[in-house]
């Protein structure tokens, strides 16, 4: 009886230290200093500026291609929407310029394209 006991108990803390390690070299922390986003294991960071908007696309760290690839934000400050179109712009960024409404309270909805994949949508709630 004490055996098992202590097999379950054994087992029941190697379940409990699961989950601090499944994370483990998964980060999805901004690296730009923008907001990150992650779906379909991509990771899609967007960096607002009044002048501009810049998207960086990662897959687990590395750079992810956004040549031939299309975006397209819809910008929500207030009672207003601006729409946007960001350009690739080398390497794994897309840039829109322009005048744009940031800070608290602004949502951004963006749906990108990357060449050869299936649309992507997130919402951003911007900082």
């Known amino acids: 009886m ?10 029941s803390s190697l379940f409990a230290a699961t989950p601090a390690l499944a994370g483990a070299g998964h980060d999805h922390g ?5 907001v990150v986003r992650e779906l379909h294991n991509v990771a899609y960071e967007l960096v607002a500026k009044p002048d501009s908007l810049t998207l960086y696309v990662s897959d687990h760290g590395k750079s992810v291609s956004t040549q031939g690839a299309t975006a397209e934000a819809a910008i929500y400050a207030g009672n207003g929407k601006t729409t946007v179109k960001l350009e690739p712009a080398g390497d794994n960024r897309m840039v829109a310029k322009g005048s744009f409404k940031v800070g608290v309270g602004v949502r951004v ?12 949508k997130t919402t951003f709630k911007l900082k």
């Open 109 to 120: 909805v963006l749906t990108t394209t990357l060449a050869g994949k299936v649309p992507a």
């Open 2 to 11: 004490k055996s098992i006991l202590l097999s379950l108990a054994v087992a």
């Open 30 to 34: 901004p690296k730009y200093g923008g």
